[in-house]
Structure formats: C-alpha cells, structure tokens
Nanobody, 121 residues
C-alpha cells in the first residue's frame, strides 16, 4: 500500500504565506510526477503546480510568481510554497503522485486526503 499524507494548511491573511507538504509512504520503488490540485465549492478541480521526477516544474497562470513547487526524492515528499496569498486561493489542496510500487512494472495514481487553505481578506 501507498499513503500520501498532507500537512501545512490553515488560515492566513491575504498577503501571507503557507507551505504545504505531502509525504508518500509504503512500498515505493519510484515516483514520477508529483502534482498539487485544488478544489473550491462549485468549481472543478484545478491543477496548481506539477513537478517531474527530474525536477522540471510548471504552474497554473493564476499562481505563477507566487507559488513554488519542489520535491525531495530522498524522502518522497513534495512541497508547495505559497506566497502573496489571495482570498481566491482559498480551497482544499490535494497532492497527487504517480507511483511505481515495489515489485511492479507499472505506475498507479495516488491522492492525499486534502488540506484546507483559507485566506482571509
């Protein structure tokens, strides 16, 4: 089994910062893409930022210049540094990883439980 555990969400004032973490545990052989998504009530899930196994990163236009995704392959963890937060960033943030489990020759899709980020104006 593989589990993804997120942490770092909370309540912050506009202009503030938060750092989200998502750590994968279990029988992991390798991890390909690591991605952060977010969802707000009444809206579709939105891709926030993604990073490849080699470290190539991309982000949605709405967060470029404010959010930075990074990863630590040694501990199977992805981070999302969120600066200059705005009320419209309020959402539940989910991490997603494409994981190859030990002993398998294919990748599966895994999700974290979600962490609430609330930005007050």
């Amino acid at each position: 089994q593989v589990q993804l555990v997120e942490s770092g969400g909370g309540l912050v004032q506009a202009g503030g910062s938060l750092r989200l973490s998502c750590a994968a545990s279990g029988s992991i052989s390798s991890i390909n893409e690591m991605t952060w998504y977010r969802r707000t009530p009444g809206k579709q899930r939105e891709l926030v930022a993604t990073i490849s196994s080699g470290g190539t990163a991309g982000a949605a236009d709405s967060v470029k210049g404010r959010f930075t995704i990074s990863r630590d392959n040694a501990i199977n963890t992805v981070y999302l540094q969120m600066n200059s937060l705005k009320p419209e960033d309020t959402a539940v943030y989910y991490c997603n990883m494409i994981v190859r489990r030990t002993g398998r020759n294919y990748y599966d899709n895994y999700w974290g439980q979600g962490t609430q980020v609330t930005v007050s104006s």
